[in-house]
Nanobody, 114 residues
């Protein structure tokens, strides 16, 4: 049974930082492309960042220079470090594992507000 469990969301002031984690089980984690997506109220789900098994990364233009993505294959975990957060980053953040088939986590809420 595949599980992706996100954690690390919460309420943060503009300019603050959060680190999201996604712990995977039931898959050969090191073989999967891992990604973070987000969905704000009334908007479509969008790609935030992605990392390949080889460590190549890509980011949405809106987060470049502020967010980083990394993975620890020994811990079956992918991270999203979010710095200089803005109110428009407010959304539910989802973890996705992709290798032909795809799997999603349940999401974690990030709210950026003063």
């Amino acid at each position: 049974q595949v599980q992706l469990v996100e954690s690390g969301g919460g309420l943060v002031q503009p300019g603050g930082s959060l680190r999201l984690s996604c712990a995977a089980s039931g898959i050969i984690f090191s073989a999967y492309v891992m990604g973070w997506y987000r969905q704000a109220p009334g908007k479509q789900r969008e790609l935030v960042a992605e990392i390949t098994p080889g460590g190549s990364t890509k980011f949405a233009d809106s987060v470049k220079g502020r967010f980083t993505i990394s993975r620890d294959n020994a811990k079956n975990t992918v991270y999203l470090q979010m710095n200089n957060l803005k109110p428009e980053d407010t959304a539910v953040y989802y973890c996705r594992a992709r290798l032909g088939a795809e799997y999603w986590g349940q999401g974690t809420q990030v709210t950026v507000s003063s």
